[in-house]
């Protein structure tokens, strides 16, 4: 059974950082793409970066280039969402998911299959 789960998440205060965790169960890293999503309190899950291949080309939506990036460390076959330079905008659940990579850009839900339950951060003074 596959099995993402998130944390990391919290309270930080605008210019402050956070990196996430996406801890995965039942499936190898090595061969899938990680994607991060978001969504705030009564709004629509938006894609926050995701790749074409499990190490290769990344995407970022413009709110969060340059501020924003993604890793893993394939041993402990966890993902990771770095962010730097938070603002009261980037508050929402964030929830990572996985696909096997086919070198395709990963960027809608649809084209998800696994997900996390996702972690909640909150950036406000």
């Known amino acids: 059974q596959v099995q993402l789960v998130e944390s990391g998440g919290g309270q930080v205060q605008p210019g402050g950082s956070l990196r996430l965790s996406c801890a995965a169960s039942?499936?190898?890293?090595?061969?899938?793409?990680i994607g991060w999503f978001r969504q705030a309190p009564g709004q629509a899950r938006e894609g926050v970066l995701s790749?074409?291949?499990?190490?290769?080309?990344?995407y970022s939506m413009a709110a969060v280039r340059g501020r924003f990036t993604i890793s893993r460390d394939e041993s402990e076959n966890t993902g990771y969402l770095e962010m730097n330079g938070l603002n009261t905008e980037d508050s929402a659940v964030y929830i990572c998911?996985?696909?096997?990579?086919?070198?395709?850009?990963?960027?809608?839900?649809?084209?998800?299959?696994?997900w996390g339950r996702g972690t909640p951060v909150t950036v406000s003074s």
């Open positions: 998911a996985a696909v096997v990579a086919d070198g395709l850009l990963k960027l809608r839900e649809g084209d998800y299959d696994y």
């Open positions: 039942g499936l190898h890293l090595g061969q899938y793409v």
């Open positions: 790749s074409s291949e499990p190490n290769g080309r990344t």
